[in-house]
């Protein structure tokens, strides 16, 4: 872990205001609009249940405590899909990567 960096635990997450936005020009439409980051439930619905609904059961088994607890329980996931899909995607890549479900894993062997 980075020096500086808290170990965030399951509260600290629900708490934080987690979903981005960023101000576009359109100049077509003479002016800008503002595009919000999806929960991860919105891209659920938006791309399909299967990959992503597997995505956030993913990253609610395998984030851990200090202790090597797991900070969701699976009670809790319907809240965790709350939270920013992005960093659903960031947490699924080195969790796969760490389980062997990789592409990359898999070429490496």
Do not use: H, Y
């Not at 997450?13 to 002016?31: A, K, N």
């Not at 995505?55 to 996931?77: S, W, Y």
């Not at 920013?84 to 990789?102: C, D, P, T, V, Y």
């Amino acid at each position: 872990m980075e020096e500086g960096m808290k170990l965030l635990t399951a509260q600290d997450i629900f708490d934080c205001d987690d979903i981005g936005f960023v101000d576009v020009d359109v100049p077509q439409w003479g002016g800008t609009v503002r595009v919000r980051a999806l929960t991860a439930k919105e891209a659920m619905t938006f791309l399909g249940e299967g990959k992503q609904e597997s995505m956030v059961i993913l990253v609610a088994r395998c984030v851990i405590n200090e202790d090597g607890d797991r900070l969701f329980t699976d009670a809790q996931i319907s809240k965790l899909k709350e939270k920013a899909f992005s960093a659903f995607i960031k947490i699924q890549k080195e969790a796969m990567r760490l389980n062997g479900l990789s592409s990359d894993e898999a070429k490496n062997d």
